[in-house]
Each structure stands twice: as structure tokens, then as C-alpha cells.
């Protein structure tokens, strides 16, 4: 693959670097974590739902993320689970269009700046 002139690579850059920027501030709501979805039993012994597993009560939604540096649990409402998904999917994205915006970001250094041998 023959390699791009410096000023070619630096509009393709900045166009990447552009795009990444649009997509970030069209996110709302970002949240790290892991949202779970769970079926439970009671403490009922002479409940159903302890001998049949479709009989189990729920969805509860629980939500797992990093606080303080440990590792913290809570139940979510279904509203709340909802706006919790949306907001972990953009998160995720999020982290992937800034380690884009990093990695273009060197190549306008190398392109702009070329280093000296």
C-alpha cells in the first residue's frame, strides 16, 4: 500500500478527527459497567418458583460498576435499565472513538512534524 504525502494524511486525520468529535457530542448519557438481567427465587419454600425456573419472579436489573475503586452493585428499575444499556453502549463507544482520536492525532504529529533521522 503506497503511503499517503503528509498532506493528504493530514486532511484524512483531521476528517477522522472531525467525525469522532460529531459522534462524542451526539451521545447523551455514558455509563461504564455491566447491566444483568435476572430471574430470582423467594424465600418462600412453598413457592413455585423454587422447583420450576420459569416460575422465578423478576426481571430484576441489576447494575455492576467501578466506585471508589470497587467494584459496586444495585438494582435498577426497568425505566432506569433502559436509559443504563444506551448509556453503557455509548460509553463503550465512546472509549473506542477516543482511542481513534488518539491514534490520528499521532499521525498528524508525524505528518506535520516529521521526525528528524
Do not use: F
Not at 11 to 22: D, E, G, P, T, V
Request: glycine share 6%.
Amino acid at each position: 500500500m503506497p503511503r499517503l504525502s503528509p498532506e493528504k494524511a493530514l486532511l484524512q486525520a483531521h476528517a477522522r478527527i472531525s467525525s469522532a468529535r460529531k459522534d462524542l457530542a451526539a451521545m447523551d448519557y455514558l455509563c461504564s459497567g455491566t447491566l444483568l438481567k435476572r430471574m430470582m427465587k423467594c424465600g418462600k419454600a412453598s413457592c413455585r418458583c423454587q422447583q420450576d425456573p420459569a416460575a422465578r419472579h423478576g426481571p430484576y436489573y441489576e447494575w455492576g460498576h467501578m466506585q471508589g475503586g470497587k467494584l459496586v452493585h444495585r438494582y435498577v428499575s426497568p425505566e432506569q435499565a433502559n436509559v443504563l444499556q444506551q448509556a453503557i453502549t455509548n460509553y463503550r463507544s465512546a472509549q473506542k472513538l477516543l482511542r481513534t482520536w488518539e491514534s490520528q492525532t499521532e499521525r498528524v504529529l508525524d505528518a506535520r512534524y516529521p521526525r528528524k533521522r
